[in-house]
């Protein structure tokens, strides 16, 4: 009952494994097809990928079955999960069809797709590296499973894959974008900001959107956390203090 206890984190961490591999396989099997419910399924799974992502740690945390054998599995789940997947996802989705056309745009894909998956596996070795040395508060870079779940939204919302140049040009830009958003030094909140008034009614706002706009209120929520954030940190530059920046530790080491 003991070693069962102890594999339990591990086995949910496994699942969301399970989900990162369906997503893979169903991107794969749908790029010549081109079917927008299996883009759609491909993605909805990263999204579960997530929610067992959060819950292995929160079991893990409820039986007191910490262990650093979990967290290195959990890490090489995320590299696979929310960086090998979507970046297939997107490149399956946004590239293979409209590729057919243009060599050029499908190399152009190719590596952006790549730029994703490296820069999400560069974000997760510096977070491993700087734990205890950065305040808790803000994420150093955006978060892999928030990037991830940045270029599915645009899938779930618009799961029909690009039929010009230009839309799948824009897809491009998006992976460069939410790549660099990951390695870069830009202080994203994280989940352990104290609860407020003003939390809460932000909480309410965001699920009146979700009913109302459904999968499309994914792709508002990432443009107004992505540029909400992006003008914080340049808030912070210029000395406001409205809301309270991130303490700089002597012995903080960002890569």
């Known amino acids: 009952m003991r070693r069962a206890k102890f594999a339990l984190p591990s086995m949910v961490t496994l699942m969301s494994i399970a989900c990162g591999f369906g997503s893979i396989v169903i991107s794969v099997d749908n790029a010549l097809v081109g079917d927008p419910s299996d883009y759609w ?10 929610v067992f992502d959060a819950l292995d740690g929160f079991v893990a945390r409820a039986t007191n079955t910490q262990s650093e054998f979990g967290m290195q599995l959990d890490s090489i789940a995320d590299v696979m999960n929310f960086g090998c997947a979507p970046g297939l996802l997107l490149y399956c989705y946004g590239f293979v069809h409209v590729g057919l056309d ?4 499908l190399r152009a894909g190719g590596i952006a797709s790549f730029f994703f998956v490296a820069c999400g596996a ?3 070795a510096r977070f491993n590296v700087s734990v205890g040395r950065t305040d808790p508060r803000y994420f150093v ?3 892999i499973t928030a990037g991830a779940a940045c270029v599915a939204a645009v899938v779930v919302a618009w799961p029909e894959r690009p039929t010009t140049i230009l839309h799948a040009a824009g897809i491009v830009a ?3 974008v939410v790549g660099s958003l990951m390695v870069s030094t830009v202080r ?8 407020s008034a003003g939390l809460v009614v932000a909480l309410l706002i965001n699920v009146g959107l ?4 459904k999968a499309s209120y994914f792709v508002l929520f990432f443009l107004v956390y992505i540029v909400g954030t992006l003008a914080l940190n340049l808030a912070w530059r210029t000395g406001w203090t409205g809301i309270a920046p ?6 903080e080491d960002v890569l």
Request: proline share 7%; aromatic share 10%; no cysteine.
């Open 41 to 50: 399924l491909a993605a909805v799974l990263l999204v579960l990928a997530g």
């Open 122 to 124: 560069l974000r997760l």
């Open 188 to 195: 994203f909140p994280s989940s352990k900001q104290k609860m």
């Open 174 to 176: 998006l992976l460069f």
């Open 210 to 213: 979700l009913v109302w706009l």
């Open 246 to 251: 991130p303490v700089i530790y002597q012995d």
């Open 141 to 143: 870079g955006m978060p």
């Open 102 to 105: 243009s060599e050029t745009l």
